[in-house]
């Protein structure tokens, strides 16, 4: 079992719709949670950064993060086609020297 | 805020040649800067770690000797290939961290094509 799973799909979605991404751990000890999103032929942009559990929002965008599950989550609102990328999640323990486990991305398509 | 410049974008050499990547964090200093690399439809493969003024911590399998990494100042690393053949083609991307507790933040990638 990967440390990480995040399902590749692809999704596909009307423009406005409400999307929905989901990675799950196994690792408890992780801390700290991320989410990027990459365009093709592109390095990721920084999403959403979480510290534990709870919820943060920033525009259309809200990140959850339920450590009692090992579930975290990525919600879009009012999708738009320009919001078609792939989208990566990633979690680290606390620690300096703790590397980045990385989710395989789910690749998005909003449909105009 | 937080942006990461790479240098080149794209890069097309012979068999043979070394070829240097860049990396700067252009308006925050990076105590700690990474390079990744990424294969088609899959996630990052970190390959090294550089703190500034030391030496790269290497990865499981990654040839030190053949991928030079260093890290002389807070805003510039570099990556050099040595002796390129056609299996190092990828794509290449670094990040740059400004501490432990904060995020890491990518440049936009280098398409390494080794003919």
């Known amino acids: 079992q990967k440390e990480v799973e995040q399902d590749p799909g692809p999704l596909s979605v009307p423009e406005g719709a409400i999307v929905s991404l989901n990675c799950t751990y196994s690792?408890?000890?992780?801390?700290?949670f991320m989410w990027y999103r990459q365009y093709s032929r592109k390095g990721p942009e920084l999403l959403m950064y979480?510290?534990s559990s709870g919820n943060k929002e920033d525009g259309r965008f809200t990140a959850q993060v339920d450590k009692s599950s090992k579930y975290i989550s990525l919600f879009i609102r009012d999708s738009q086609p320009s919001d078609s990328a792939t989208y990566l999640c990633?979690?680290?323990?606390?620690?300096?020297?703790?590397?980045?486990?990385w989710g395989l991305g789910t690749s998005l398509a909003v449909n105009p | 805020g937080a942006v990461v410049s790479q240098h080149p974008s794209w890069v097309i050499c012979k068999s043979g040649t070394s070829v240097k990547i860049e990396c700067r964090s252009l308006?925050?200093?990076?105590?700690?800067m990474f390079w990744y690399r990424q294969f088609p439809k899959q996630s990052l493969m970190l390959m090294a770690t550089?703190?500034?003024?030391?030496?790269?911590?290497?990865e499981q399998g990654v040839e030190k000797d053949k991928f030079l990494i260093n890290h002389a100042s807070l805003t510039l690393s570099t990556l050099t290939v040595t002796s390129a053949h056609p299996e190092d083609s990828s794509f290449y991307i670094c990040?740059?961290?400004?501490?432990?507790?904060?995020?890491?933040?990518f440049g936009d990638g280098t398409r390494l094509s080794i003919l």
């Open positions: 979480t510290y």
């Open positions: 690792n408890s000890a992780f801390q700290y």
């Open positions: 550089s703190n500034e003024g030391s030496k790269a911590t290497y």
């Open positions: 308006d925050f200093q990076a105590t700690t």
């Open positions: 990040s740059a961290r400004m501490s432990s507790g904060q995020p890491q933040h």
């Open positions: 990633a979690m680290k323990e606390a620690g300096n020297n703790r590397k980045l486990i």
